[in-house]
C-alpha cells in the first residue's frame, strides 16, 4: 500500500509477502538478491528502478544468474573496487557485490550531484550499480566495448599495439574524460560507467538537479551514440533521442554549416625550427543573417599547452617525453591570423574534408567534447598536432572508415595529408575522390604577400617607364630604392617625399594615358604599403621574443605555467552553465602580452635595446606610409577604385596557385622508396650491374612542387638512404651505402629592406651522414658539411634556379683497423631546369669539389663529383603515382703530385685519382 510523508513523496509500505514477490520478479529475470540484499525494500526499489532504465531486452543479462550481495561494511558509493578488501565481482562474474553507501570524494564521480541531497545520491548509485552489473554482463557476451567503434573515443590501446605500451590504455589521460575513476583503467570498464550516467542520468532522480547543457547527454554525444548504436546493431532496443542541447545547438548552428578544412600552416622557407609544419582544424560556416566577419570565424587548435615555459634544453626534453598535454583549443581566425600569418610570417595552406553531412555534424560535436575534456600526452615525434587531428576525425568518421596515422616512430603533419588524400570517399555531391582537396587560396602571411607585392611594385615601376616624363621617372626610381633601405628611418623619410614625387608624376603623363598611369602609381604604393607591414609585424615579433627573453630570465613564478594553464582551463570547462556566461581567453599571444605587461624582468641588453629601437622606428615608417597612402587615396588616387583593385589581386593570387597546384605533385616527401636498374663503371675491372634501392623518412628536393610539401624554396632530407648492390648467383654482393641523416638548404632571402647583414642575402645549408664502400683504403665515412648559397638565377616558386654554394667540410674515414679525421672547404654548384608538363619535371645537376687534408697523410685529397638526373611524371596507375628518374652519376678522388716531382711529369700526369661513373634508371611509385 502506499502512504504520503510531509514533503508530498509517495513511500511505499512493503509487505513482506509483497517484497519477497518482487525479489521473486527480479530472479525470473536473473537478478538473484542474496542474505540482506533480498530483505531490503529500499534496495530493491531502486535496483527494480535501475533495471527500468535499461532497454526491456537488455534487462535479463547473459551468462547465468547474477546475483547481488550486500555487505554490512560501507564503501564509497556503495560499490566496490576491486580490492581483496572491497571487491566488486567474485566468482567471475557470477557475483556483484554492494556495500552500504558511504560519500565519495571522488570530483568526477560527484561533479554533477552537488544539488542532490545525501538520500537522492544514494538511491542513483544503487541504480547506477544494477546497470554496471548488467551492462558489464552483455559487454562480456558481445565484446561491445572492444569495437573501433567504442575505443577510438577515448584512445584506447591495447598493450604492444604502438611502441612503449605495455598495458591497455587510454590516449586521454585526464580524468574528468570518464564517468569516474574506474573507467580509466579499460576500455570495457569505461563502457560501463558511462552506461550508469548515460542511462541513471542526475536528472532521473530530480528535474532541476543539473542545468540542461551540463547533463550528460549534452556533453558526451560521441559516447551516447557509440552505446546507443552498439545496443541498437545487437538487437536489444534503442535508447532514447538526446533531446535539445541549448548551448551545443546555439554554438554548432548545424544547419548554416558548410564544411570543414584542414590548415596547414607552412614553414616560410628560412627558419628550419617551423619545417615540419603544424595543423588545424576550420570548421566554415555558411553566412546567415549575421555577418560573423572573417576575424571572428572559428579554428580548432590542436597544441601542447605549453605556457610561459623557457624554450631551453628542459623544453625540449619535456616536448619529446610527453612533459606537456595536447589540447583543442576553439579560437578565432582573427586570433590564428595575428600568430601565424603576423608574428610568425607563415602562411596557411587549406584543405577541404569531403565528409557527409551527418559526419560535419560529428565533427563539431567531437570538437565541443574534446575541447573541454581531450587532454593527451605531447609526444612531438608521435603524438603532436597531427595524431590529434586525426583522433579528432576518426572519432566521427562513419561506415567503420579509418585513417590511419602515416607513421608509428613519427607522425608528420605533411605525411598526415597525404594519408587523408589516399582515403576514397563518396561526397556530399556524390562524387568518389579523396577525402582531401587542396583549395587554392592559401592564407597568405604577411610576409609572402611582401614577397608578391615586391614583384608586383617592381612591374608596377617598369610599367610607367614608357608613360611618363623621364625625368619624373628618374625621381621616382631614386624614390624607389629609398623606401627599399634597410634603415626604417630613412624609409619613412621617403614616405614624407612620396606624394610629391607621385603629382610630378602624374603630370608628365599625357591626358589619354593619365588613367592608366594613376591606376599604376596606385598599385605601386599598395604594395609598397604591404611591404612594410610586413616589416612591422616582423619587428612585433621579434619585440615579443625579447620581452619573453626579459621576463624568464628573471626566473621567478609567473603566471602562465604549463600545468597551471591546463588546470585552469580544466576548471572552466567543468560547469558548462558557468562557461556560457564566461569568456576564455584562448589566445596564446593575448596570455603572453597579459603575462608581460605585469611580469618582472630584467633590463633589455645592449643588443636587444637596439632591436627594440628599431622596432619602434619601424612602426613609425609603416604608420607614416599608411598616413601617405591614405592622402593619396583621398586625393590624387581618388578616381582608382579600391575594391576592384584588391579583387583583382586576389584574382591574380588564386590563378597562380590554382595553376601551381594543377600541376604539382599531391604527395609529400614522407616515406619514399625508389629501385634503381643500372651500370657502374668502377675504378677496377669492367662495367657491372647494379641494382640500388633509396629510401626515406623524408626527401624534399629544393624546387619540388608538392601541394603537401614544404616550400618549394627549401630542401629537407631526413634518414635519405641508398643501398647499391651487385645481382648475382645466391646472395647479392654490396657494394655501397650512404645515409643522410639529417640534411637542409634554401634559397630563400630576406627582402632588400629586411637585410641587415650580408647573411641575409644567401642562402645557406647543411648535412649530416655516413657513407661506406668497399672500394676504399678506408671504407667507412662520416661527414659534416655546412654552406653559404649564392643563388645566380631563379624562377617563380624555383622551378629553376641557380646556385653556387661556398662552405666546409669535416670527415672521419675508419676501417676496423684505423681513423682518420679530415676537414677541407667545399665548393658546389646546383641547377634545376623545369620542363614542360607536371610541375615535377625537371632536370637536375649537382656537382661539388671538396680538397680535405687527412690528419697522417702528407698531402691534400682532392674530391669531386656531380650528377645529373632527369624526373619525370608519368601520372597515376590506379592508386599509385608513377616518378622515373634516370640518373648519370660520376664521382673522382685522388690526390696532386708533390711540387719536387712536377719538373719531372707531364702536366696530364700531375694527378694521381681514380674515378667511377655509374647510370642508373630509377623508378618510384606512391
Known sequence: METVDGTGMV???????????????????GVVLRGAAAADAALVTELEAGLQALPPAMRHPPGGPLELVLHDESSPLGLG??????????EGRSRFHLYRYAPSTEHRATLRLSRLTDAESERLWRRRAVVHAVVQRWDDARGWSDTPAWRRLSGWQKPFERPLVWKEEARITYAGAFSRALGQRSASLDFVTFAEELLVPVESLRADALPVDDQVRCQEFSKARALSELVE?????????????????????????????????????????????????????????????????????LVALTGMESKGLGYLVKGMTGGYDTVF??????????????????????????????????????????????????YFFTDNCASALLFLLNGALEGGRQVRAPGTLWVLPTATLDSLSHVEVVGQ???????????????????????????????????????????????????????????????????????????AVLASASPGESAEVRERLHAYVAHAVRVERAAVDRAEGERLRIEREQLLAVRVPVQGSAAAGVRERQRIFENEDALQRKLAVLDRTTLLQEALATAPRRPPTPEERRILVRAESTEAAFTRATEVQGTLNDGEFAEVDPVAFLEEDHRRKVKSEAAWADGALRDSGAGRTVVSLGVDFPREGGARP?????????????????LHGFQPSSELRVLDGELSLEPRWGVPRLLASELTLVGYRTLMRELPQFRESRWDSLGWGAEARVTSDKARSLPNRASVQAEALVVLDEG?????????????????????????????????????????????????????????????????????????????????????????????????????APASHRESLSPSTWWDGASEQRLALGLEMR
Open 11 to 29: 513511500v511505499l509500505a512493503e509487505e513482506p509477502l509483497a517484497l519477497s514477490s518482487r525479489v521473486l520478479a527480479l530472479r525470473r529475470l
Open 796 to 896: 617563380a616558386r624555383f622551378s629553376h634556379y641557380t646556385a653556387v654554394g661556398v662552405g666546409g667540410l669535416a670527415t672521419v674515414h675508419w676501417s676496423q683497423d684505423m681513423m682518420a679525421p679530415a676537414a677541407g672547404p667545399r665548393f658546389s654548384v646546383a641547377h634545376r631546369t623545369g620542363l614542360p608538363g607536371s610541375g615535377a619535371n625537371a632536370v637536375r645537376l649537382e656537382a661539388a669539389y671538396a680538397p680535405t687534408w687527412r690528419v697522417g697523410d702528407e698531402h691534400v685529397t682532392h674530391e669531386a663529383g656531380a650528377s645529373l638526373q632527369v624526373e619525370w611524371w608519368l601520372g597515376r596507375a590506379g592508386p599509385f603515382g608513377v616518378l622515373l628518374t634516370p640518373r648519370a652519376q660520376v664521382h673522382w678522388e685522388g690526390s696532386l
Open 81 to 90: 573496487d576491486g580490492t581483496p578488501q572491497r571487491p566488486d565481482w567474485s
Open 233 to 301: 546493431l545487437s538487437g536489444l532496443g534503442a535508447l532514447p533521442s538526446r533531446g535539445a542541447c541549448p548551448a551545443f545547438d546555439e554554438w554548432a548552428d548545424l544547419d548554416a554549416l558548410s564544411h570543414f578544412e584542414v590548415l596547414l600552416v607552412a614553414s616560410t622557407g628560412r627558419q628550419p625550427e617551423s619545417l615540419f609544419g603544424h595543423l588545424l582544424l576550420r570548421p566554415v560556416w555558411r553566412e546567415g543573417a549575421v555577418p560573423r566577419g572573417p576575424n571572428f570565424e572559428r579554428v580548432v587548435q
Open 329 to 378: 583549443l576553439t579560437g578565432t581566425l582573427g586570433d590564428l591570423s595575428h600568430e601565424a600569418l603576423e608574428l610568425e610570417q607563415r602562411s596557411i595552406r587549406r584543405f577541404r574534408l569531403r565528409l557527409t553531412r551527418t559526419e560535419d555534424a560529428r565533427m563539431l560535436e567531437r570538437v565541443w567534447e574534446l575541447e573541454r575534456r581531450g587532454y593527451m600526452g605531447y
Open 690 to 706: 647494379v641494382v640500388s634501392v633509396r629510401t626515406a623518412g623524408m626527401a624534399e628536393a629544393l624546387g619540388d612542387a608538392r
Open 429 to 503: 555531391d556524390g562524387r568518389t575522390g579523396p577525402l582531401l582537396e587542396h583549395i587554392p587560396d592559401t592564407f597568405e602571411s604577411t610576409g609572402d604577400r611582401a614577397l608578391r607585392s615586391y614583384e608586383a611594385r617592381e612591374d608596377a615601376l617598369s610599367a610607367l617607364a614608357a608613360h611618363v616624363g623621364s625625368a619624373e621617372y628618374a625621381r621616382l626610381r631614386e624614390l624607389h630604392a629609398t623606401l627599399q633601405s634597410p634603415e626604417p628611418d630613412v624609409r619613412r623619410a621617403g614616405y614624407d617625399a612620396l606624394p610629391d614625387v607621385v603629382r
